[in-house]
């Protein structure tokens, strides 16, 4: 059975900024269907019955972060759920966190931070298996020299994790997690030596995992990239602005304390 997985850090982010009400509106919208019901209804359903300004008010959080969508044509509301497709043929998949980042613990798919809406027309052929698609955030340079249809894994970017392929093919690039660590690494088949080798791609010296075909059960591959969802250049270049305000604001600095906050 496929787990899901978060950055310890990340189940932290949630647990601190979903409210107990967002937490028991969600619950609601996956057991019932709440389109037509009133807010003060809704809330009697959750156990905040004299409140319908908190409910409206939390309702309006959770559709910020593309967890609910209102219809006002339809009047409803309903729980944004994985692979469904909306307005526009754009797909909803949900954002679970970041790999290459830390220690991992498992979590369930209500716990997902987000959704991203993406046109099939930009999938292609995975749009069939929407279904099973999962976007990760990448963290750190350990795959800024990979080749993933042509596209490089940076920092920021969003990956795009097929879990349905969770035995993947020689030089595929796979989303694995070893000793509760997420990474996105290159997976090499090596038959001649009877082990499994993972590898970065980086402009960075990163040492390969290497797993013994008895042991690779150990290793829990959650799934194979299939797509790149690359940071536009103005963001790149708004980060960079700010980074140089505030290198601006902190004065003169020496060589090393310039290098030092220029690469935070």
């Known amino acids: 059975m496929w787990t899901n997985l978060w950055t310890k850090q990340n189940a932290r982010d949630i647990i601190k900024y979903m409210h107990i009400i967002q937490e028991k509106l969600i619950k609601l919208m996956q057991e019932q269907n709440v389109s ?11 156990g905040e019955p004299d409140s319908p300004q908190k409910i409206k008010h939390h309702l309006g959080q959770l559709a910020k972060r593309g967890l609910v ?27 679970l966190g970041s790999a290459n980042c830390g220690e991992a613990v498992i979590f369930a798919d209500e716990h997902t931070e987000g959704y991203m809406r993406i046109s099939q027309k930009i999938l292609g052929s995975h749009a069939k298996r929407a279904k099973d698609l999962f ?9 800024n020299r990979a080749n993933v249809f042509n596209d490089t894994i940076d920092e920021g970017d969003y990956v795009i994790i097929d879990k349905s392929r969770n035995d993947p093919k020689n030089h595929e690039y796979v989303l694995s997690v070893i000793d509760g660590m997420a990474n996105i690494k290159k997976f090499i088949l090596d038959e001649g030596n009877n082990q499994i080798i993972l590898i970065s791609e980086s402009s960075k010296n990163f040492a390969p995992i290497y797993i013994h075909a008895d042991d690779f059960d150990r290793c829990l591959i959650n799934g194979t990239v299939v797509k790149v969802m690359k940071q536009p250049d103005e963001l790149s270049s708004m980060r960079n602005a700010s980074a140089c305000d505030i290198l601006k604001d902190l004065g003169h600095q020496s060589k090393e304390e310039y290098e030092h906050y220029k690469n935070l």
């Open 36 to 46: 037509g019901l009133t807010l003060r209804e809704i809330g009697r359903r959750i």
């Open 69 to 95: 969508r209102f219809d006002n044509k339809r009047k409803t509301i309903e729980r944004v759920q994985s692979g469904k497709v909306g307005v526009g043929n754009l797909i909803s998949i949900p954002i």
């Open 135 to 143: 976007a990760v955030r990448a963290v750190g340079e350990s795959m």
